[in-house]
């Protein structure tokens, strides 16, 4: 079980508000994604659930229970850290092992709970290494298997991928994933990138300056953002957002439309623009184009190859049922 | 191209020669001292037999025969010991509250620690040796190790505190994730990170501790008295007896010379500690 209510949770230091009173529920077994720009309090706010941080005021539940005042060992929590954060003096054995052994388990249970994890994780053959021997990757899957092992109710991951390179990314974004479907339990995730939110989450909270803008399924956050700022971080390449007479014209005061929902001509559309940029990715292109009404740059997704160039006159036609239209406190209409 | 090679040639030869200059310079007093201490009295002021003498063992032996070296020899490791360990008892865990918990007062705290090695020792000498009397602590052991552990405790916190600020904090906080007590986050975890600084802050408190002569000689009059206390019993009234004085600095620095030598990398780490990141 895992589930995690945290009620008019607040967070100060000194004089600075970081988090002003915030209400969240991560059902049991969730896969939960706070994402936002960096400094939004989305790891203050994690570092609080997982105990390493005091709140100002507030509560935090776990299954029912209080924990607002319990240290962070004994919430039945495990934290994944974005710098690995393994103990550098013990062997992959010693450090996954090392949770387990605080909590004074008998030896033969140690080793078998170790080498189960190992396997799972295929770390079988690095258990007597330290971890300077190992890679970016392998650091990464020892600091999950020394949290596998303690049988959680959650799992805390902060920002667990961003000091791996592109590719292994991609690679350990499946394996947690993976995990999570294969293992059930809760599971909150701490990002600034938008598309590992998009791709793993069950459940995503867009935070921005310690505020929840949104709370959604990544596909309602994409579908329906309730705000010009979600709008604007969720979706890669960005929404186009614009404002003045042509949001106007359709009855808005700031409209936006995603790159892939904008159609492209040669001759004929509703907006004339000049192309700066056409980057060619061979599943799709994205063209940037200058000098439009809408004022700033309009990016648009097309699939497949498009033969344009810098400098080529396009047209570009939005389609009308995929507008977001938000009134001037950027709300959606 | 002249200049070019006059100047390859200085640096090539000039530096070796000035750096062999100043050690030189450095170790002279000390080999002029070793040299004296197997001289007699009266060789030892005598111009004919300054690098040219016979030999002589007499001044050492009188040392441990008729001025007692090993008493004070000893009372210079129970106080270099103990005070060495006080020092880190108390200044391991007095740096990793200020290196993992900080307050406000932090670094307020750390000047103030600092601020006390400003207070010349001559405006509190009277004092001190009127409480220690008063409460009948003069020349005894745990005075002088509580003073010798006293005035050295802010540089080893300081030490150790800028080794302990180079653990990464999320390590500290993984343990605290895992379940660590706080003796266990000592024990698991700060000491085996930190175990080449923490060698390094006692290997020079002990040679601080063993070179203090400030305080032992005036705290002490016999029983507590250590090493430095017997340089200083040799000063005679009736001018000084060079060979003999010779000897009983010999004696006394030899040990922490050796110890120095065989720890020599240890040392150098902890003199030069944030130097270079």
Same mark, same amino acid.
């Given at each position: ?48 659930? @997982? ?26 929590? @495990? ?52 971890? @300077? ?14 949290? *596998? ?59 921005? @300056?310690?505020? *929840? ?121 | !191209? ?95 509250? !200020? ?43 745990? =005075? ?13 916190? &300081? !030490? ?8 990464? /904090? ?6 605290? !994730?895992?379940?660590?007590?706080? &003796?266990?986050?000592? /024990? ?26 400030? &305080?032992?000689?005036? =705290? ?8 430095? /206390? =017997? ?8 001018? =000084? ?37």
């Amino acid at each position: 079980m895992g589930r995690i209510v945290l009620n008019n949770v607040t967070k100060s230091f000194g004089e600075t508000q970081v988090i002003p009173s915030l209400d969240l529920t991560i059902e049991d077994g969730e896969f939960a994604v706070f994402v936002g720009p960096s400094g939004c309090g989305k790891s203050t706010l994690l570092r609080m659930i @997982a105990g390493l941080e005091e709140l100002t005021s507030g509560h935090i539940e776990i299954d029912g229970d209080d924990v607002t005042q319990v240290p962070p060992s004994k919430r039945g929590l @495990a934290m994944v850290f974005q710098s690995y954060a393994l103990y550098p003096h013990m062997t992959v054995r010693k450090n996954i092992a090392f949770p387990l052994r605080m909590e004074g388990r008998d030896q033969s249970e140690i080793n078998k709970k170790v080498e189960a994890a190992a396997r799972s994780l295929n770390l079988t053959d690095y258990l007597d290494r330290k971890p @300077a021997a190992l890679s970016g990757g392998q650091r990464q899957r020892v600091a999950i298997g020394r949290a *596998i092992v303690r049988n959680p109710s959650a799992f805390l991951f902060d920002e667990p991928l961003s000091n791996l390179d592109a590719a292994l990314r991609v690679g350990m974004r499946l394996e947690i994933s993976e995990m999570h479907k294969s293992m059930k339990t809760t599971m909150i995730y701490v990002t600034h990138d938008q598309v590992e939110a998009m791709t793993m989450a069950d459940k995503i909270v867009v935070l921005q @300056a310690g505020v *929840i803008e949104q709370v959604g399924t990544p596909l309602e956050l994409y579908h329906t953002p309730g705000n010009v700022f979600v709008a604007g971080f969720i979706g890669s390449p960005k929404m186009n957002i614009f404002s003045g007479s042509e949001a106007e014209k359709l009855g808005a005061h700031t409209a936006g439309v995603r790159p892939e929902h904008i159609d492209i001509d040669l001759s004929d559309g509703t907006w004339k623009g000049t192309v700066g940029v056409a980057e060619h990715l061979g599943s799709d292109t994205f063209v940037h184009v200058h000098d439009t009404v809408l004022g700033d740059l309009v990016t648009v997704r097309v699939a497949g190859d498009v033969a344009v160039k810098h400098g080529d006159t396009i047209y570009l036609t939005p389609q009308m049922d995929k507008i977001h239209k938000f009134d001037e406190r950027g709300l959606r209409v | !191209m002249a200049i070019v090679s006059a100047n390859s040639n200085i640096s090539r030869y000039g530096r070796p020669v000035l750096a062999w200059g100043v050690a030189l310079l450095f170790f002279f007093p000390i080999f002029w001292m070793v040299l004296t201490s197997f001289k007699t009295d009266a060789d030892a002021v005598k111009p004919e037999f300054l690098i040219w003498f016979k030999p002589t063992l007499d001044n050492y032996l009188n040392l441990t025969e008729n001025y007692d070296y090993w008493r004070f020899a000893t009372n210079s490791v129970i106080t270099s010991v103990c005070a060495t360990l006080f020092t880190l008892v108390v200044g391991v865990p007095a740096a990793y509250a !200020m290196a993992f918990n900080p307050s406000r007062a932090t670094k307020d705290i750390l000047m103030w620690m600092l601020s006390t090695k400003m207070l010349p020792a001559a405006a509190v000498l009277y004092p001190m040796i009127f409480l220690a009397k008063g409460i009948g602590l003069y020349d005894t052991h745990v =005075l002088v190790i509580t003073v010798v552990s006293l005035i050295n405790l802010p540089i080893a916190i &300081w !030490m150790l505190f800028t080794y302990f600020k180079e653990i990464p /904090k999320d390590i500290i906080e993984a343990g605290k !994730m895992d379940g660590v007590s706080t &003796w266990g986050e000592v /024990k698991e975890i700060l000491i085996p990170l930190a175990w080449g600084g923490i060698a390094s802050t006692a290997l020079i408190i002990f040679i601080f501790c063993w070179n203090e002569a400030y &305080w032992t000689v005036r =705290l002490t009059t016999i029983d507590a008295a250590t090493l430095s /206390k =017997l340089i200083e019993g040799n000063r005679a009234p009736e001018g =000084l007896f060079f060979g003999r004085l010779s000897a009983v600095s010999t004696a006394a620095v030899g040990p922490i010379v050796v110890l120095g030598w065989f720890c020599q990398k240890q040392l150098v780490q902890g003199l030069t500690f944030g130097a270079v990141k």
